[in-house]
C-alpha cells in the first residue's frame, strides 16, 4: 500500500501520512477531476499561455528556472524504471521527471527534455493511456517511446503530439548494453528531434521558481510508495539536490552519479481504472491529473506542504502554499511523482 515517511532532521521520528496509501481502484471518474480514458482531440485541447511568466522572475527555463537555458523543442520519451533496466541512461539531463503508476503497481518514467539532451536515453519502453493526458500540456511534442497496446492506437493518432517511435524514427534507436530485451532499447534524441522539426518549445506549465516560501520542515529523508515499488529521496547538502534510491538501493545512473533533482513534487492524485490490460491481463492505472488536490514539495532541504491544480488538459499544473502564495521551486531538475490519494482495494 501506498504511504509516505518523512524523516525530520537531524532527530530520526518518522510521521505517517494517510493520505498517500494507494489508490482506490474504481472504474469511476475522479471527483474534481475530469480526464476520462479518452484523450482530448488537437481540436478540442485549450493551450496554455506562452507569454505568461515561467518564474517569479520573469527570466530563466519555464521547466527548469535555469537563466540562460537553451529553450528546445519538447521531447518527451517513456522510460522503463524497474530493476531489469537499471541504471538507465539520460535522465540526468532531463528538465522534468514524472514518475506515473503502472500495471502491477510498479511505476514508470515520463522523461521531459528542452534545455539539454544527452547522446542517448532508455531504455526506451511503451506508452500508457496517462500519457496522453499529461502531455498536452507541452503543446505538440516529440514523443518517443517503444510499443503500444493495439487498443490504444487510435488514442494516439488524435493526440496533439508527433510520434517518433521506433514505427516512424528508426534509426534514432538502438540495441546495446548488458541487458536483456526489453531492456536494452536506447534512443538519440537528436536524432528524434531531426524527425520533430515541429515541435513545440518549451513553455509554461505553471512551475513557479525562486526564493523558497516562508514555513517547510527540515528534512532528511521522504518516501513515498506505490503499491509494489518505494523510492526515498535524501538531501544531500554537498550537491545541493535530493538523492534519490528506489526499493533500497540507491539509483544510479549510466553516466555516473546518483539522480536525483533539485525539487521533487510527491502530487496526490486520484488513480483509477482504464479500460487498457498488459498481456497478463493486469488493468492499467490511469492517473487523473486534471483538478485539484495536495501536494508536497520538497526543496533545500526542507518539505512543504502545498496544493496543486490543474483546469484542463491543455494547461500545466500550479502549486500554491495553504496560504495561497506560489509555491516556488528550486532552479534545476524537477520530480514529480504522482502517487495515490485514496485507499488500495484488491483488482
Request: charged share 15%.
Amino acid at each position: 500500500m501506498s504511504d509516505l515517511h518523512v524523516h525530520k532532521g537531524p532527530c530520526t521520528a518518522v510521521l505517517s501520512a494517510a493520505a498517500l496509501t494507494a489508490v482506490t481502484l474504481s472504474a469511476c471518474s475522479g471527483s474534481g477531476q475530469t480526464n476520462s480514458a479518452a484523450p482530448p482531440t488537437t481540436a478540442n485541447t485549450p493551450t496554455a499561455s506562452a507569454s505568461s511568466s515561467p518564474t517569479t522572475s520573469g527570466t530563466g527555463h519555464p521547466f527548469t528556472g535555469r537563466p540562460g537555458a537553451r529553450n528546445g523543442p519538447v521531447l518527451a520519451v517513456k522510460i522503463d524504471n524497474t530493476r531489469s533496466a537499471k541504471p538507465q541512461r539520460g535522465l540526468r539531463s532531463a528538465d522534468i521527471i514524472y514518475v506515473e503508476q503502472v500495471e502491477g503497481g510498479l511505476s514508470r518514467i515520463m522523461a521531459v527534455f528542452s534545455s539539454a539532451l544527452p547522446p542517448q536515453v532508455g531504455p526506451v519502453r511503451s506508452a500508457r493511456i496517462s500519457d496522453l493526458h499529461i502531455l498536452p500540456q507541452f503543446g505538440r511534442p516529440a514523443f518517443a517511446y517503444s510499443g503500444v497496446q493495439s487498443k490504444m492506437k487510435p488514442y494516439l493518432a488524435r493526440a496533439s503530439l508527433i510520434d517518433v517511435s521506433p514505427d516512424t524514427t528508426g534509426g534514432a534507436y538502438t540495441r546495446a548494453g548488458p541487458n536483456p530485451a526489453p531492456y536494452n532499447l536506447y534512443a538519440s534524441p537528436q536524432r528524434l528531434l531531426a524527425k520533430a522539426a515541429t515541435a513545440t518549445k518549451a513553455r509554461d506549465v505553471g512551475f513557479r521558481f525562486g526564493t523558497a516560501p516562508p514555513g517547510g520542515t527540515a528534512t532528511t529523508s521522504f518516501t513515498a510508495r506505490y503499491p509494489a515499488t518505494s523510492f526515498v529521496f535524501r538531501w544531500s547538502a554537498k550537491e545541493h539536490r535530493w538523492l534519490a534510491s528506489q526499493d533500497g538501493r540507491p539509483d544510479r545512473a549510466a553516466e555516473g552519479g546518483q539522480l536525483g533533482g533539485q525539487t521533487i513534487v510527491i502530487q496526490r492524485v486520484r488513480t483509477t481504472r482504464s479500460p487498457f490490460h498488459d498481456f497478463l491481463g493486469n488493468y492499467t492505472p490511469l492517473v487523473r491529473t486534471v483538478g485539484t488536490g495536495t501536494a508536497t514539495v520538497l526543496r533545500d532541504g526542507k518539505a512543504y506542504d502545498a496544493r496543486w491544480s490543474r483546469a484542463s488538459e491543455g494547461q500545466g499544473t500550479t502549486y500554491t502554499t495553504p496560504s495561497g502564495r506560489p509555491m516556488t521551486f528550486a532552479p534545476g531538475q524537477v520530480w514529480v511523482l504522482f502517487v495515490n490519494a485514496g485507499r488500495p482495494v484488491t483488482p
